[in-house]
């Protein structure tokens, strides 16, 4: 049984920030019998961020199995999109924990195959014993720090680029695509209501100069819903979906999303768990009818959440940024 967490106290801080869910995250990936079953076990955190889920789960495996199977039998392989993010949560965990099996891959989640294959599973085939877990979105140190140009507040280029070795970045996209599909963006991946408008007002401004800021892009949107609605009439800020759509088509989000579902069934062992935290409708969308296709007509996975786990008062309170994340998990039967 998922339930939420009760000591949002007993997270890891090391890092400076909260890993989100992370006590519903340990639940299920530590809740099966896996462990005792096979050797090694490997779990891979296909979004290590910070590395505070891991570090977490490194201290409840230890905990519940002992430091001697933590030694012999835990394996993590922690990926990362974002270089200095990587290595920077890579030397953290190999100093903290010398002694351990960790492996690292520097890439996108959708590339889970390859870096399974880089640790030395060539065909891939169940080779996660322990359990996997996907965090979406823009991490907690990408939206912090404002020259990556994520954040509607902070004076910064326009960028959004998770990964900063890509050449597509928010500026591009903003200064190049067509009206129509800018329309496209926003509508499908910010489900924005004055998309068309948008899309007019940004193809009209860039002929006279090319939009190269984050507050130029957000000041534009916020004065057009100051034209259009009273400010009681919107409860979060005028900009918000035009960035999160943005940040979706720069990084390409749901389809690399798609694409590490699809890998569950082959990647997964018997018994291993995955959880995806998602951060938007469209994220947890595509997460639970993936899931659901899976679990229909004795499919390859169980399906452990009919409902997305959320964060409850209490962490909500220590971290904000909670408040809109949902948790699902699987298991591979």
Do not use: W
């Amino acid at each position: 049984m998922i339930t939420p967490s009760q000591d949002p106290k007993s997270f890891p801080a090391s890092t400076g920030h909260i890993p989100v869910l992370c006590e519903e995250v340990l639940s299920a990936l530590l809740a099966s019998e896996v462990p005792y079953k096979c050797q090694p076990q490997l779990y891979v955190d296909c979004t290590l961020g910070g590395g505070g889920h891991s570090e977490a789960l490194i201290e409840r495996y230890g905990k519940r199995y002992g430091a001697k199977a933590l030694e012999e039998n835990f394996v993590l392989l922690g990926i990362d999109q974002d270089k200095g993010v990587l290595e920077n949560a890579q030397a953290r965990l190999r100093l903290r924990y010398p002694q351990l099996k960790l492996h690292f891959y520097h890439g996108n989640f959708s590339q889970i195959k390859a870096a399974l294959k880089s640790v030395g599973f060539p065909d891939c085939a169940g080779a996660i014993t322990g359990g996997l877990l996907a965090d979406i979105g823009v991490s907690s140190f990408q939206f912090d720090q404002g020259e990556r140009g994520f954040s509607f507040n902070k004076e910064a280029p326009l960028d959004m680029r998770m990964n900063q070795a890509q050449s597509l970045s928010a500026a591009e996209v903003v200064n190049t695509y067509s009206e129509k599909e800018l329309v496209r963006v926003f509508s499908d991946f910010g489900e924005e209501r004055f998309s068309k408008t948008i899309a007019r007002l940004i193809s009209e401004r860039r002929k006279e100069k090319p939009f190269e800021t984050t507050l130029e892009l957000s000041l534009l949107i916020k004065t057009l819903y100051q034209q259009k609605l009273p400010p009681k009439a919107y409860k979060i800020h005028p900009a918000t979906k035009v960035f999160q759509a943005l940040r979706i088509e720069v990084n390409q989000e749901l389809s690399v999303l798609e694409t590490l579902l699809q890998s569950l069934p082959e990647v997964l062992g018997q018994g291993a768990r995955a959880c995806v935290i998602s951060f938007h409708s469209l994220e947890d969308r595509i997460v639970k009818n993936a899931f659901r296709a899976f679990y229909q007509n004795d499919g390859p996975l169980m399906l452990l959440t009919r409902k997305p786990v959320t964060a409850s008062e209490q962490e909500i309170l220590q971290n904000p940024r909670s408040r809109s994340a949902k948790l699902r998990v699987s298991e591979r039967r």
